[in-house]
Structures are given as structure tokens and as C-alpha cells.
């Protein structure tokens, strides 16, 4: 069976997407995504978890993010669309594994905008000021660590704030993204070149056990425990590629230069702490290498140290940084699901945009979404995880997408091509399998019931549109082994809450390294046709007058 036709622009919608966005508007997007509240918090979490090794947990992670860098560059400048990372699949796998992917896309998207935001206030609430005349925070009893009132009200107020910007416009969001950008990125470079000169005992890096003193367990542990989520946003310029002025020639660099500048600072940022931190403090162990205060890490080592003024900018930053990026997600996640709109399962709504081209309806059911989060959700910390893990299912999906399109859409123009690919994208893929893993069997069997959750949401809108095609539903078939072959290595494995630790200590590495192997080339086998791909691209591009311009 063939394609259903694309679906028809809602009624009232009296403009598409526009193409607004150059290229540093695209590299400081995905840039002020990465830079987020993961610089003030990921060094302190990673050092618990693994020690002095924490640095090779920042250079496996960039490593490792930077394969599944270098997969959305290529697809994002060869298929620049609105909502990338969830048409990528659409394409290569027809609607369901589309779906899914968006579905995953959205999850992690729509929640870190309420989790920068609770970043934000829990800063500013660590102000002994704050804490005593205008506390923002419970500070005891089964609230303890939730918003309180007046917190809520602020969180409100600041989500309000980001949505107003995004309905600005794509060009407004991101231009005036990049001078919050360039403060952000200003910030951590100050703390790292101050903290260097000033506070750097070498000792430390063999203090408290070794310099591994949790062995690779820790350093694995680590990548979960905030150090991917830190590095993750580099995608965010392929979710704005359908308003991107030339996207062909643009996404790639700004996916490639944002990643690299962003792990660059976050290893430094993750030296100094270690070598800044008193040695006194981490003599015996890491479990505590601060001693005192909530401030957050690099604002504790500035107070330590003398430097009251860095101080003073670290907690201004506190409320930049995570602001900055909230602007930005709240912005892909309705990118996101403006994509999500064009299937014909879900509702039309969410792909109606203005005259000026802003999918208004997705904004504001991403802000409603955002505020809602505050509250079930205590801290930073305990969503670090979840999103971690949507994340990697979200990646997931990009080499497969890549490896399918190379075999049966083989033509289509690209401006930049991955190296390797042969190697690359199924190194990418088992890269991905591997963060979902390391996130610990508690987390990753409440993702795999969301997953289902959404399956059952496009199942729903399938049989209220007629139902799905035989084929479309056999091109997802590998969707079920992969994740509950996840759930199976998960449990049997050695990390988080409920895992069983039948599988012995690298054996589990191996284990799921040749079980995406399996996987990824069963999925690249079950991918649509060329004939079948086209389709899929022109009902996209039927929504996008635009396009043909930038193809030509």
C-alpha cells in the first residue's frame, strides 16, 4: 500500500514556517543548549560518582556524542526539516518508528525547560538572603525540595516569559538567544582560568582512593548522572532547520562547532574542580568534596578561594544559564511537535503556525506541558536520569534513520557527509544503547512504558483515521525486539535500582554492544523504499514551499 497523502495545512493557517535563521544563529542555539545548568552542577555529580576519573567520563561522553554529532549534521543539512530528529525515521521507516522517534524527541524536550527553570530558583534560593526573606523553596517536611507558593508563582511567570519569546518568532528567539549565548559561554571560561591560577593542587588527582578509586563502574555511572545531559542540546539546530535561511550549507557546522566548544569547556570546567577543591576534603574519599554549602559547585570553590566577585557573577549566571537554555526547548519542543502535527494520526492543530510563521498551538502546548512539571518534580537531580535516557532513545534512532536512507535513498545532495559511515553509524548506534544502559534499570523501565504510552496514543489516532497500513506497521517490527531487549540486558545488568547483576563486569558492555549490532542491521534490512522515501519527503515538503529553493 502506498503513502497516505500528506495531510492538508489546518484551517486558519495562514503562513508555513519561515526561513529566518543563519548559521550563528543555529551554532549559538545548539551551543546555549549544551551550556545550560549541566556546567553548574555536572563536575559535583560526576566527581562523586567516579573521582579524579570524572575527566575520562567527560572525554568518553563527548566521544561518544560526538559519532551521534556527526549522524544529525548530515542528516539535518541533507533532510532540513522542522522536528528533525523525529522525521528522520519517518523517512526511512514510515510512520510508526516516526512517530516514535518524535515521541521520544518530545519527552526529552518538553521537560527541560521546567527543569532549567527549578535549576534557576534552587541557585537563587541558596542565597541566605533568598533562603530567609523570600524563600522560593519547602525547606522541610514531604515538600522538602519542591516549589513552594511563591516559587511556583516565579516558575510561571519565567515559563510565561520563554513562551512570549518564542512566539516572537524563530529569528527573535535565536538572535536574541546568542547574546545570552556569549554571556554563557563567557562565564564557565572566567571560572576555569580563575579557579587554574589560584586554587590547583595537583595531589588531588590521586587523592581519596586513586585516581579511580570506583573503577570503571564509576565513570560509566557518571555519564548518566548528569554528564550526558550536559553535553546533549547539540541536535537543537536540526530541530530548526525547516527556519533555517541555508540549511544545506549551515546545520552541519553549527552541530559540529557547538559540540566541540561545548565539550572542550565542560572537560576544563571538570580539571579545575577536581584540582580546585581543598585536599582536605577528598583525602579519604569523594563522597563529599565541597564539605559545605549549596551553592553549587564553582560558587563554593569561588568563596573558598577568596574570589568573592566571581562569586557574585556565578550566581547571576545561575539564573542566565539555565534561562537561556529553557528559551531554547521551549522553542524545539514545539518544533517537535509541530513535526509530530503532520501525521495524520495526531492532532492537526499542533502543525498550525501564524502569518509569520510561528507554530503558536505547539509553543503553547509545550509551555502548558512545562508548567505542569513543577508539580510532581523535586530537583534537578532526579530528572537528570529520566531525560538522560529519553535522550539516548531519541539518538537511537538517528543512525539507524542514516544507514537506511544511504542504502535506499542514496542520491539525494548533502553538503556534508559523515566520515566513515560504515563504521560510524553503527558505532553510533550501540553508542546510544550503551547511555541507556549505563542509566540503570529504574529509569529505563519507566521510559519503556512512556514508549508504549505513545504507541498506544498514534494506535488510538491510527484507527480513528482508518486504520494503518500492513507495511508501515512491518517497516517498525524491530522497534519491539530493540526495547524490550533493553529492558531484558537492563535488568539482568549492573546498574541503578533493581538490576540483578547477573551479567559479570565488561560482559555486559559486550552484551549490549552485539545486541544493537543485531538490532541496528535488522532495522537498516526492514527500511523503506526508495519509492517509498520520496513519498515521505514530499509530504513534508508539501508543507514547506521553501523547500524547493533550498534543494535546488
Known amino acids: 500500500m502506498t503513502t497516505a497523502p500528506p495531510k492538508p495545512q489546518a484551517e486558519g493557517q495562514p503562513g508555513q514556517l519561515q526561513r529566518s535563521v543563519g548559521f550563528y544563529g543555529l551554532m549559538f542555539v545548539s551551543l546555549g543548549s549544551i551550556i545550560g545548568s549541566g556546567w553548574l552542577l555536572g563536575a559535583l555529580n560526576a566527581s562523586k560518582l567516579a573521582g579524579p576519573a570524572a575527566i575520562l567520563t567527560w572525554v568518553i561522553g563527548a566521544a561518544m556524542l560526538a559519532l551521534l554529532a556527526l549522524v544529525y549534521a548530515e542528516l539535518g543539512a541533507t533532510y532540513p526539516v522542522a522536528g528533525g530528529s523525529g522525521r528522520f525515521a519517518f523517512y526511512s521507516h514510515g510512520p510508526v518508528a516516526g512517530f516514535l522517534s518524535g515521541w521520544a524527541s518530545w519527552l526529552q524536550a518538553v521537560f527541560i525547560a521546567p527543569i532549567e527553570v527549578l535549576a534557576a530558583l534552587a541557585y537563587v534560593n541558596s542565597v541566605s538572603w533568598v533562603d530567609k526573606h523570600f524563600p522560593l523553596l519547602h525547606d522541610g517536611g514531604p515538600s522538602q525540595g519542591l516549589l513552594n507558593a511563591r516559587g511556583v508563582i516565579i516558575a510561571i511567570l519565567l515559563m510565561i516569559l520563554f513562551t512570549g519569546m518564542n512566539l516572537a518568532g524563530a529569528k527573535f528567539m535565536s538572535d536574541s538567544n546568542s547574546i545570552v549565548v556569549i554571556w554563557k559561554a563567557a562565564v564557565p571560561l572566567l571560572a ?3 579557579i587554574a591560577t589560584t586554587s590547583f593542587h595537583g595531589g588531588n588527582f590521586t587523592a581519596g582512593g586513586g585516581f579511580m578509586p ?15 545531559f550536559a553535553l546533549q542540546g547539540f541536535e537543537q539546530a536540526v530541530q530548526l532547520a525547516g527556519e533555517a535561511r541555508d540549511p544545506k550549507r549551515d546545520i552541519s557546522r553549527a552541530v559540529l562547532v557547538a559540540m566541540g566548544i561545548g565539550a572542550l569547556i565542560y572537560t576544563a570546567l571538570q580539571v579545575v574542580f577536581i584540582a580546585g577543591v581543598s585536599p582536605s576534603h577528598v583525602a579519604k574519599n569523594w563522597d563529599n568534596p565541597l564539605k559545605a554549602g549549596d551553592y553549587g559547585a564553582y560558587y563554593t570553590l569561588a568563596i573558598a578561594i577568596g574570589a568573592t566577585w566571581l562569586a557574585t557573577v556565578l550566581i547571576i549566571d545561575a539564573v542566565v544559564s539555565p534561562a537561556g537554555t529553557g528559551i531554547v526547548y521551549v522553542g524545539t519542543s514545539a518544533r517537535l511537535s509541530y513535526a509530530i502535527g503532520t501525521e495524520r494520526e495526531m492532532p492537526t492543530a499542533l502543525a498550525k503556525t ?6 503558536w498551538v505547539s509553543i503553547l502546548v509545550a509551555a502548558v506541558i512545562g508548567i505542569a512539571a513543577f508539580g510532581p518534580f523535586k530537583s534537578w537531580n532526579e530528572l537528570v536520569n529520566v531525560v538522560t535516557g529519553a535522550t539516548a532513545i531519541m539518538y537511537a534512532f538517528a543512525p539507524v534513520a542514516l544507514a537506511s536512507l544511504h542504502k535506499n535513498d542514496p542520491t539525494r545532495t548533502a553538503s556534508y557527509t559523515a566520515p566513515m559511515p560504515k563504521i560510524l553509524l553503527p558505532a553510533a548506534f550501540c553508542s546510544a544503547n550503551l547511555i541507556i544502559y549505563w542509566g540503570g534499570f529504574e529509569y529505563t523501565w519507566k521510559l519503556l512504558c512512556a514508549m508504549v504510552v505513545g ?4 494506535g488510538i489516532g491510527s484507527t480513528r483515521h482508518g486504520g494503518m497500513s500492513l507495511l508501515h506497521i512491518k517497516r517498525a517490527l524491530w522497534i519491539a525486539p530493540w526495547l524490550a531487549g533493553q529492558f531484558v540486558i537492563c535488568f539482568c545488568g549492573r546498574y541503578g535500582a533493581g538490576a540483578k547483576n547477573y551479567l559479570p563486569n565488561w560482559i555486559d558492555i559486550l552484551v549490549v554492544i552485539v545486541f544493537s549490532l543485531a538490532i541496528f542491521y535488522l532495522a537498516v534490512n526492514m527500511s523503506q523504499s526508495t519509492a517509498e522515501i520520496e513519498r515521505a519527503v514530499e509530504s513534508d515538503r508539501a508543507h514547506d514551499p521553501l523547500e524547493d529553493l533550498v534543494t535546488s
Open 192 to 194: 576555569i582560568g580563575v
Open 354 to 359: 501564524d502569518r509569520r510563521g510561528v507554530p
Open 214 to 228: 570506583h573503577g570503571m563502574h564509576g565513570v560509566f555511572a557518571a555519564l548518566t548522572g548528569g554528564v550526558v
Open 455 to 458: 504507541l498506544l496514543l498514534f
